[in-house]
């Protein structure tokens, strides 16, 4: 598989704009396609999208093939990486290799970079979105109805039909748990804020 964030500008809650983002990932072989869209690019977010994608796919590739973002990748220096401990500490259980573009290569993840093109052009044009559910659950009717069926320009067959043929590592039975947590001071007036917004809390 590889995976790829699209920037793809923000979202309106009130009086305050969140940056909206997705993160593409693609089984190479059949071109099947899961997007999830989010508004963080953090190490938690990252995992957990990464998460509903094994699970939208059934199963985990032996490798992810990712470019140089920051969670996936601290440094390298030629041909040796140093990957992110907390990237590293989250694929074993998924019996996942990570393997690392080089710079300068947009060949080596070049299936992705063209589903991040796809998603612009043919799912984000003249849509509107209430709020970030609204824009997953467009996306999640988008992949099952246009884009996992459409006939691909490459293979010339359907996604999820090419995807017939491609066998997964099983899911583990204990999944881990990648909810991102923020800890919030409680004020005087029993308020939290996130966000810009005042949520109240119990006494």
Known sequence: MQIDWGHFGSLSYGNTNRKLYALAVLEAYSRML???????????????????AFLFFGGTPQEIVVDNMLTAVIERQGSIIRFNDAFLDFLPIFNITPVACNPGAPH??????????YIRRNFWPLRSFE???????????????????????????QPDQRFEDVTLHPLPD???????????KVHKDFAVHF?????????
């Open 108 to 117: 080596e993840k070049g299936k992705i970079e063209a589903a991040i093109k």
């Open 34 to 52: 899961y997007v999830e869209f989010t508004h963080s690019q953090k190490q938690q977010t990252l995992q957990q999208c990464l998460l509903n």
């Open 131 to 157: 709020d970030l559910n609204d824009v997953q659950r467009q996306a999640k009717q988008w992949l099952t109805t246009v884009a996992n069926v459409r006939l691909h320009q490459t293979t010339g067959q």
């Open 174 to 184: 204990l999944l881990p748990d990648c909810r991102e947590v923020c800890l919030l």
């Open 195 to 203: 966000d810009g917004n005042t949520y109240t809390t119990p006494p």
